[in-house]
Antibody, heavy 115, light 107 residues
Framework: QVQLVQSGAEVRKPGASVKVSCKAS????????INWVRQATGQGLEWMGWVSPNSGYTGHAQRFQGRVTITRNTSISTVYMELNSLRSEDTAVYYC????????WGQGTLVTVSS | AIQMTQSPSSLSASVGDRVTITCRASQGIRNDLGWYQQKPGKAPKLLIY???TLQNGVPSRFSGSGSGTDFTLTISSLQPEDFATYYCLQDNNYPWTFGQGTKVQIK
């Protein structure tokens, strides 16, 4: 079965960076884009960006311009999302999700930004 | 960016009720809309894609309709396991955008 397994919770200070991983299994990794979505506590869902595991092409929401980098390692079927210059407002659960329509989701990674 | 306006933000209903949630896009998005269910502490789950296509394994009491700017998610007979928050998502244009969510609570 399809699984997306994310790395564990992280705590960072303001201004630092965080890198969250998402390891895929149960399907052809190169056939589906991986998207990243985040959710602050008690808030709604926010789409951040995507990567094509096949080509390495990426895209992201303008509001994350210059702060987010999404990469992939096809040899280990893993996608990474790195967010820089963290601020308290970046405290959220970060999800990876497979394909158009976000067919399957990882379990989420809590990133806490606090001094 | 395309704005998705979802309503209501919350509703109270009883088991067996028919429930309708709407999403309006700020511009036409054809049928490029999905609906998701999220329970507390869990990742969202895809219910419907392409506005009206039921995802595999999703009960037939869920249905979607609409095209262009106006979309509807209907639960024909609310079940205890359906109490959750529901979101719409447009993927017609980057950045993809979600509605604000509708919390379905027990009356």
């Amino acid at each position: 079965q399809v699984q997306l397994v994310q790395s564990g919770a992280e705590v960072r200070k303001p201004g630092a960076s965080v890198k969250v991983s998402c390891k895929a299994s149960g399907y052809d990794f190169t056939n589906y884009d991986i998207n990243w979505v985040r959710q602050a506590t008690g808030q709604g869902l926010e789409w951040m960006g995507w990567v094509s595991p096949n080509s390495g092409y990426t895209g992201h929401a303008q509001r994350f311009q210059g702060r987010v980098t999404i990469t992939r390692n096809t040899s280990i079927s893993t996608v990474y999302m790195e967010l820089n210059s963290l601020r308290s407002e970046d405290t959220a659960v970060y999800y990876c999700a497979r394909g158009r329509w976000l067919l399957d989701w990882g379990q989420g990674t809590l990133v806490t930004v606090s001094s | 960016a395309i704005q998705m306006t979802q309503s209501p933000s919350s509703l109270s209903a009883s088991v067996g009720d028919r429930v309708t949630i709407t999403c309006r896009a700020s511009q036409g998005i054809r049928n490029d809309l999905g609906w998701y269910q999220q329970k507390p502490g869990k990742a969202p789950k895809l219910l419907i894609y392409a506005a009206a296509t039921l995802q595999n394994g999703v009960p037939s009491r869920f249905s979607g309709s609409g095209s262009g700017t106006d979309f509807t998610l209907t639960i024909s007979s609310l079940q205890p396991e359906d109490f959750a928050t529901y979101y719409c998502l447009q993927d017609n244009n980057y950045p993809w955008t979600f509605g604000q969510g509708t919390k379905v609570q027990i009356k």
